[in-house]
């Protein structure tokens, strides 16, 4: 029998899929099922709200009747789906490679800052689940050469749309917020906007990539 994620009720109308014990080697592959999940449950109109988290997956019910036929139901299409039915937008971040940490980022793996934007925007990142704060992605896929500690003190305020680095992830700050990542760049798009139907320009199981700008006389230096 194929180990399942574990089922909890969390509220009479609320579940909790658990898939973080599974062992995979790509962690990744599991969250590929968690999205093609969580599409396929939007799709019944059975659910006010679907969360994907990092190996998890919370899910809202339209109404407590349906609880126990949901808990008999998810672990068995948890074995039947397939991570390829689901597919997600593709994002262009186009990036203004300027951030106030950038040498600093460059200097602690014994890079140049060009370097270090070449090995940046070069990967297709996956975004894992959104968190922190609207509209910010978890990104999986930042090369190893680029893994940074964060800031020792966190700043007060970072300027939103700021594209920043911190231990093993990279990503985008929504809005001015505090953040402890350091800052290697700049977007000007917008990630979040209340007004919209779906606030959040970017979804869990998204894919993007950081395209760097050229700044005229800019340097690094």
């Known amino acids: 029998m194929k180990p399942t994620p574990h089922i909890y009720a969390l509220t009479n109308s609320s579940l909790l899929l658990d898939a973080s014990h599974l062992d995979a080697k790509d962690r990744l592959?599991?969250?590929k099922k968690i999205w093609a999940l969580t599409s396929h449950c939007k799709s019944t109109d059975e659910f006010n709200d679907l969360v994907p988290g990092m190996n998890s997956l919370t899910l809202y019910l339209k109404?407590?009747?349906h609880l126990n036929k949901w808990v008999q139901a998810?672990?068995?299409l948890w074995n039947d789906i397939k991570s390829s039915t689901f597919k997600g937008q593709h994002h262009l971040i186009k990036t203004t490679y300027k951030g106030e940490d950038i040498n600093y980022v460059a200097n602690y793996h014994n890079l140049s800052a060009d370097e270090v934007i070449s090995?940046?925007?070069k990967t297709k990142y996956h975004v894992l689940f959104l968190g922190f704060q609207p509209g910010f992605a978890y990104l999986h896929?930042?090369?190893q050469k680029l893994h940074t500690p964060r800031r020792d003190e966190p700043r007060i305020q970072v300027p939103k749309g700021s594209v920043a680095i911190g231990a093993a992830q990279t990503g985008?700050?929504?809005a001015d917020t505090p953040g402890g990542w350091h800052i290697i760049g700049h977007t000007d798009i917008s990630l979040f906007d209340a007004s919209q139907k779906q606030p959040c320009l970017i979804?869990?199981?998204d894919t993007l990539e950081f395209v760097p700008i050229a700044v005229a006389?800019?340097?690094h230096d």
């Open 63 to 65: 109404s407590d009747k």
């Open 29 to 31: 592959s599991i969250q």
């Open 172 to 174: 985008i700050y929504p």
């Open 217 to 219: 006389g800019a340097t």
């Open 119 to 121: 090995i940046h925007s």
């Open 141 to 143: 896929g930042l090369d």
């Open 74 to 76: 998810l672990p068995t």
């Open 203 to 205: 979804q869990p199981g």
